[in-house]
């Protein structure tokens, strides 16, 4: 049976996510449809999400303006995953301690907003990330990217500088870098297929 993917497609690296799920389900031996969201009503039809960044003040306002915001909380309060990235994390938090951006609330943390600097000091780092299917450090992406000051009940499943970069909640993984502009699709694989059941529609989980 062929999944259906969904990424949210208001802003940020939509193809390179695409490319991504692709390659991840490729790598475990899945059929899958991706699909861009841009308006609400397609996110139901979705098994999994991706939210990418871009600028969460923008994101935030977009999602709840065009409906969407809601189905995505519908989606994970389902069980269904989530991957969202840097600023996709930012907007997934609980807390982001900006007024401006309406968090979903569906990561049990606390976020930063640029805490590894402004586009300027993008840089590459390899990241011990736990969950991964071998022991190869991830080549992680930080391009003006959040850290999480506070990881509440969140899995941390990788820091960087003493911090925490990648976590999970339930269904929802989050994470300060950009896994989508590498060529290594192993976090997305971890945020959707680690555990297969979760990712599968409920008549073929059963």
């Not at 976090?187 to 555990?195: K, S, T, V, W």
């Amino acid at each position: 049976m062929t999944l259906q993917a969904g990424v949210v497609a208001v802003q940020g690296d939509v193809a390179e996510h695409v490319t991504a799920i692709e390659r991840a389900a490729a790598a475990h031996g899945r059929d899958v449809e991706v699909r861009e969201i841009r308006e609400s009503g397609l996110v139901p039809d979705c098994d999994f999400l991706a939210m990418p960044g871009g600028e969460s003040t923008t994101i935030s306002r977009l999602l709840h303006d065009d409906g969407i915001a809601p189905e995505i909380q519908n989606h994970v309060a389902a069980g269904k995953p989530l991957f969202a990235t840097c600023a996709g994390l930012i907007v997934a938090a609980a807390d982001t301690g900006d007024e401006r951006v309406d968090e979903l609330e569906l990561l049990d943390v606390t976020v930063e907003r640029n805490a590894f600097g402004r586009q300027k000091d993008s840089f590459e780092a390899p990241l011990d990330v736990a969950g991964l299917a071998d022991d190869e450090p991830f080549p992680a992406v930080f391009i003006r990217a959040p850290a999480i000051a506070d990881a509440g009940s969140a899995e941390v499943l990788a820091t960087w500088d003493g911090r925490p970069v990648a976590v999970r909640d339930g269904p929802v993984v989050g994470t300060s870098f950009h896994p989508e502009l590498t060529p290594d699709s192993r976090i997305h694989g971890l945020a959707f297929f680690e555990n297969e059941e979760a990712a599968l529609p409920a008549s073929e989980s059963a």
